[in-house]
C-alpha cells in the first residue's frame, strides 16, 4: 500500500502559475508510475500528466506546453509545475499511483481555481 497526499492547490489568477506536489509514503520502494488526473464540476474526471518510474513522461493535449510533471524518487514526491492557467483548468486534481496497469491508489484531491 502507499499513500498519496496532494498540496499546492489554490487560487490563481488566468495566466499564472502554480505548483501541485503529490507526497508519498507507505511500500514507496515499488517503481510506481504516478499520474495527475482532474476533475471539473459536472465533468467525469480526465487524464493530465504521468511519469514512470524511469521518467517517460505523458501529457494530455490540453497542458501540453503548459503543465510540467517531475518526480524526485529520494524524495518520494511528484510535482506539477502548472504555467500559463486558464479558467478551464479549475478542477480538484488528485495523485494517483499504479504499479502495471491499473491506478491503484490515490490521493485525497486539491482545488486549482483559475479565475478570468
Known amino acids: 500500500q502507499v499513500q498519496l497526499v496532494e498540496s499546492g492547490g489554490g487560487l490563481v489568477q488566468a495566466g499564472g502559475s502554480l505548483r501541485l506536489s503529490c507526497a508519498a509514503s507507505g511500500r514507496t520502494s515499488r517503481r510506481y508510475t504516478v499520474g495527475w488526473f482532474r476533475q471539473a464540476p459536472g465533468k467525469e474526471r480526465e487524464f493530465v500528466t504521468a511519469i514512470t518510474w524511469i521518467g517517460v513522461i505523458y501529457y494530455a493535449d490540453s497542458v501540453k506546453g503548459r503543465f510540467t510533471i517531475s518526480r524526485d524518487n529520494a524524495e518520494n514526491t511528484v510535482y506539477l509545475q502548472m504555467n500559463n492557467l486558464k479558467p478551464e483548468d479549475t478542477a480538484v486534481y488528485y495523485c494517483?499511483?499504479?504499479?502495471?496497469?491499473?491506478?491503484?491508489?490515490w490521493g485525497q484531491g486539491t482545488q486549482v481555481t483559475v479565475s478570468s
Open positions: 494517483a499511483a499504479k504499479v502495471v496497469n491499473t491506478y491503484d491508489f
